[in-house]
């Protein structure tokens, strides 16, 4: 049970040949794009690694990597093999190798199929890691005195500029946490007094965000402090003020910001799949109709390709079963047994 | 006396035509490399041009643009010169055209010279065109309701947020302006009328600055209110205190960023006038030798290729001469004419 058998004559042959080469060719170039696309990805990642609690997302840019450098390979044997494909005498040289070639070039096209599906699928990882990541840069900001934490106040500061964006929510996360440090608070004031001890674990609360949530499209100077107070500001009512502050939280801001980059990365990369496949689909059907020329004395006779010369399942087996009874020994076994007995 | 003459066989004359049709595509590349440099010089100008009053000068990038363009144009049809060059029918066709061709790029490159002086001397101009936008813009940061001005207030924060800065000459410049709309004061408050009386215009002025100015590397939340004012914040002093907001003034940030952008480019345009000089002569060698050929019909021929026919002294003096023919050729025309008109 042959899977989809085509006729070959000479000059098809001749034309599959052909074709392959340019294809492999783009092929190659489509593989060092997804290369590049993996560093860019990853670049974009690690420039906001202090507000990332884990980095299991990094294992999409690093599969892509892994993906383009292998496509360079797997089309520069392809290329190769179209060209001595023309010529019968030299294409027997390439049977050992293209069992092998098959199975790790069909495992790497899987796997950029695979890191697609794993861009979509870790959003929500992404997304608990920047939670995460953005509650202790909240928690931490007033630390610029703590080694390992100097740059913290520094790092949020332009990620609220340069995202636009207020908090982890939203810019009420800043009410819950003491954001400004105890060497710049005067203990001896009595407001100061007041405010500690008004909530349990003393800790210096304020209706205020720091200047890095200020809207620069608002009208009016920006107001930080006494956000929910209507009556210290005057002509302000907080609830309908929408330009004053960012109102959107900055996790929502990077989640939207890294699932636009990895669509846009995830549709090229697709496209660099199916091309890919394309390559290896041709490639077989070349090899196959090759094969049969070999040892004729008139290499210009059609010949039958085909892509799997058995069906799908048995070729699997094909290939699973040796690794099976390497991993199992259960057939050793159970022959000892029998002897013993 | 041919200046600077050199012998030519075969050979050499290939290797001078190949040679010299790479450079060509080369400075083609070059003269794209302008153009793009011309247009992004252009969109960083119109981006700032609110900073700068809306009046500020755009000779420089306009004459980028049209010297890329004419670089690549002049560059391709020299290119394609020397691809035709080693084929005597194909060159039969351009010859009349290399005396012309070879004064136009003369005329090129005083062209780039002048571009690449004006890249320099215009800093001064965009200076004072800045230092005059920068005053207007602070002064009109609080009109956020006058149209035409809407955007000044955005404008000049994400400007001071972008460049890390702060006013015009320094932070300073703020406190001398109104930069809090009327809209948002209180007049019936004691002091805000306090303020606004404490003045002989009757403007609302503090000693603050906006929250663009504030410095996010600074280790305390920003300073933005009372700046002047020790006593109102904890532990402050406003002498020995660097981080709290920029520092720097805009115009200064401004002017290094452009000034910097522009003398870059005329770097590089006072670079391809050397590139389009090696171009000339390289042609002029090639068109010189291929003419010198005793034997057209024998490729294999040597030739001698030469700058120019006679010394540089004498080839001065033959084009005084030739302008001097023409001057006088006009006069004897008018004697002429006026003797005709007078019989």
Same mark, same amino acid.
């Given at each position: 049970?042959?899977?989809?058998?085509?006729?070959?004559?000479?000059?098809?042959?001749?034309?599959?040949?052909?074709?392959?080469?340019?294809?492999?060719?783009?092929?190659?170039?489509?593989?060092?794009?997804?290369?590049?696309?993996?560093?860019?990805?990853?670049?974009?990642?690690?420039? =906001?690694?202090?507000?990332?609690?884990?980095?299991?997302?990094?294992?999409?840019?690093?599969?892509?990597?892994?993906?383009?450098?292998?496509?360079?390979?797997?089309?520069?044997?392809?290329?190769?093999?179209?060209?001595?494909?023309?010529?019968?005498?030299?294409?027997?040289?390439?049977?050992?190798?293209?069992?092998?070639?098959?199975?790790?070039?069909?495992?790497?096209?899987?796997?950029?199929?695979?890191?697609?599906?794993?861009?979509?699928?870790?959003?929500?990882?992404?997304?608990?890691?920047?939670?995460?990541?953005?509650?202790?840069?909240?928690?931490?900001?007033?630390?610029?005195?703590?080694?390992?934490?100097?740059?913290?106040?520094?790092?949020?500061?332009?990620?609220?500029?340069?995202?636009?964006?207020?908090?982890?929510?939203?810019?009420?996360?800043?009410?819950?946490?003491?954001?400004?440090?105890?060497?710049?608070?005067?203990?001896?004031?009595?407001?100061?007094?007041?405010?500690?001890?008004?909530?349990?674990?003393? =800790?210096?609360?304020?209706?205020?965000?720091?200047?890095?949530?200020?809207?620069?499209?608002?009208?009016?100077?920006?107001?930080?402090?006494?956000?929910t107070n209507n009556t210290a500001h005057y002509n302000y009512d907080y609830q309908t003020e929408e330009l004053n502050i960012y109102l959107r939280g900055c996790r929502e801001a990077l989640v939207n910001y890294y699932m636009g980059l990895m669509n846009t990365i995830g549709t090229a990369v697709l496209s660099v799949f199916l091309l890919q496949g394309s390559v290896l689909v041709s490639l077989r059907f070349l090899q196959t109709s090759m094969e049969a020329v070999a040892g004729q004395e008139n290499t210009e006779i059609e010949t039958e390709g085909y892509l799997l010369e058995?069906?799908?399942?048995?070729?699997?087996?094909?290939?699973?079963?040796?690794?099976?009874?390497?991993?199992?020994?259960?057939?050793?076994?159970?022959?000892?047994?029998?002897?013993?007995? | 006396?041919?200046?600077?003459?050199?012998?030519?066989?075969?050979?050499?004359?290939?290797?001078?035509?190949?040679?010299?049709?790479?450079?060509?595509?080369?400075?083609?590349?070059?003269?794209?490399?302008?153009?793009?440099?011309?247009? +992004?010089?252009?969109?960083?100008?119109?981006?700032?041009?609110?900073?700068?009053?809306?009046?500020?000068?755009?000779?420089?990038?306009?004459?980028?643009?049209?010297?890329?363009?004419?670089?690549?144009?002049?560059?391709?049809?020299?290119?394609?010169?020397?691809?035709?060059?080693?084929?005597?029918?194909?060159?039969?066709?351009?010859?009349?055209?290399?005396?012309?061709?070879?004064?136009?790029?003369?005329?090129?490159?005083?062209?780039?010279?002048?571009?690449?002086?004006?890249?320099?001397?215009?800093?001064?101009?965009?200076?004072?065109?800045?230092?005059?936008?920068?005053?207007?813009?602070?002064?009109?940061?609080?009109?956020?309701?006058?149209?035409?001005?809407?955007?000044?207030?955005?404008?000049?924060?994400?400007?001071?947020?972008?460049?890390?800065?702060?006013?015009?000459?320094?932070?300073? !410049?703020? +406190?001398?302006?109104?930069?809090? @709309?009327?809209?948002?004061?209180?007049?019936?408050?004691?002091?805000?009328? !306090?303020?606004?009386?404490?003045?002989?215009?009757?403007?609302?002025?503090? !000693?603050?600055?906006?929250?663009?100015c504030c410095n996010p590397g600074s280790p305390r939340p920003c300073i933005q209110h009372h700046l002047t004012n020790n006593s109102a914040h904890y532990d402050y002093d406003h002498r020995i205190e660097e981080l709290n907001i920029w520092t720097r003034g805009c115009r200064e940030a401004l002017f290094s960023y452009f000034s910097s952008m522009m003398s870059s480019i005329g770097i590089l345009v006072l670079g391809t006038i050397i590139l389009e000089s090696a171009d000339m002569a390289g042609l002029k060698y090639l068109t010189t030798a291929l003419e010198t050929m005793e034997?057209?019909?024998?490729?294999?021929?040597? @030739?001698?290729?030469?700058?120019?026919?006679?010394?540089?002294?004498?080839?001065?003096?033959?084009?005084?001469?030739?302008?001097?023919?023409?001057?006088?050729?006009?006069?004897?025309?008018?004697?002429?004419?006026?003797?005709?008109?007078?019989?």
């Amino acid at each position: 049970m042959v899977v989809m058998k085509m006729k070959f004559p000479f000059q098809k042959r001749v034309q599959l040949a052909k074709g392959l080469w340019l294809l492999s060719l783009s092929a190659t170039v489509a593989g060092a794009l997804t290369f590049s696309l993996g560093c860019i990805l990853k670049t974009e990642l690690l420039r =906001r690694a202090e507000v990332m609690d884990n980095s299991n997302i990094h294992v999409v840019p690093n599969t892509l990597m892994i993906v383009g450098l292998a496509s360079l390979g797997i089309n520069y044997f392809a290329s190769k093999i179209c060209q001595d494909a023309l010529d019968a005498g030299q294409f027997p040289r390439w049977k050992n190798f293209l069992k092998p070639y098959f199975a790790i070039s069909s495992f790497f096209t899987v796997l950029m199929l695979l890191a697609v599906i794993m861009s979509f699928a870790m959003t929500g990882s992404l997304e608990f890691s920047l939670k995460v990541g953005l509650r202790n840069g909240i928690r931490f900001y007033k630390d610029t005195d703590t080694p390992g934490r100097c740059f913290q106040k520094q790092n949020i500061d332009y990620l609220q500029m340069a995202f636009e964006c207020c908090g982890n929510n939203d810019f009420r996360d800043w009410f819950e946490v003491q954001w400004i440090s105890n060497r710049y608070l005067d203990f001896n004031s009595k407001e100061v007094k007041d405010r500690i001890k008004s909530n349990v674990d003393g =800790r210096y609360l304020v209706d205020g965000v720091p200047f890095s949530c200020c809207n620069p499209t608002s009208p009016r100077p920006c107001i930080q402090y006494q956000l929910t107070n209507n009556t210290a500001h005057y002509n302000y009512d907080y609830q309908t003020e929408e330009l004053n502050i960012y109102l959107r939280g900055c996790r929502e801001a990077l989640v939207n910001y890294y699932m636009g980059l990895m669509n846009t990365i995830g549709t090229a990369v697709l496209s660099v799949f199916l091309l890919q496949g394309s390559v290896l689909v041709s490639l077989r059907f070349l090899q196959t109709s090759m094969e049969a020329v070999a040892g004729q004395e008139n290499t210009e006779i059609e010949t039958e390709g085909y892509l799997l010369e058995k069906g799908v399942k048995e070729t699997v087996m094909e290939f699973v079963d040796p690794l099976m009874k390497f991993l199992l020994f259960t057939n050793k076994v159970e022959e000892a047994g029998a002897i013993l007995v | 006396m041919p200046f600077m003459p050199v012998k030519f066989n075969s050979q050499k004359r290939v290797k001078l035509a190949q040679g010299l049709w790479l450079i060509y595509w080369l400075s083609v590349i070059v003269g794209i490399f302008i153009f793009s440099l011309g247009i +992004f010089f252009k969109i960083e100008l119109r981006k700032r041009s609110e900073m700068m009053d809306n009046n500020e000068s755009h000779l420089v990038p306009n004459l980028l643009i049209l010297v890329g363009l004419l670089a690549c144009g002049i560059n391709a049809f020299g290119g394609k010169v020397c691809h035709d060059s080693l084929d005597p029918v194909k060159f039969a066709k351009w010859k009349p055209m290399l005396k012309p061709y070879l004064m136009m790029c003369c005329g090129f490159n005083g062209l780039l010279l002048l571009t690449g002086l004006l890249c320099f001397l215009m800093q001064f101009a965009v200076y004072l065109t800045l230092a005059e936008g920068l005053k207007n813009s602070i002064k009109f940061y609080k009109d956020t309701d006058t149209p035409g001005r809407c955007f000044m207030k955005r404008t000049l924060d994400m400007t001071q947020i972008e460049f890390r800065c702060c006013g015009n000459n320094n932070f300073r !410049d703020w +406190f001398e302006v109104q930069w809090i @709309s009327n809209r948002y004061l209180d007049m019936s408050n004691d002091l805000v009328k !306090d303020r606004v009386l404490s003045n002989v215009e009757q403007k609302y002025l503090m !000693d603050s600055v906006p929250f663009s100015c504030c410095n996010p590397g600074s280790p305390r939340p920003c300073i933005q209110h009372h700046l002047t004012n020790n006593s109102a914040h904890y532990d402050y002093d406003h002498r020995i205190e660097e981080l709290n907001i920029w520092t720097r003034g805009c115009r200064e940030a401004l002017f290094s960023y452009f000034s910097s952008m522009m003398s870059s480019i005329g770097i590089l345009v006072l670079g391809t006038i050397i590139l389009e000089s090696a171009d000339m002569a390289g042609l002029k060698y090639l068109t010189t030798a291929l003419e010198t050929m005793e034997d057209p019909e024998n490729p294999e021929c040597e @030739s001698e290729g030469w700058l120019l026919e006679k010394g540089v002294k004498e080839t001065f003096g033959d084009l005084l001469t030739k302008m001097k023919t023409l001057g006088k050729g006009n006069q004897v025309d008018e004697g002429g004419d006026a003797q005709e008109a007078a019989t």
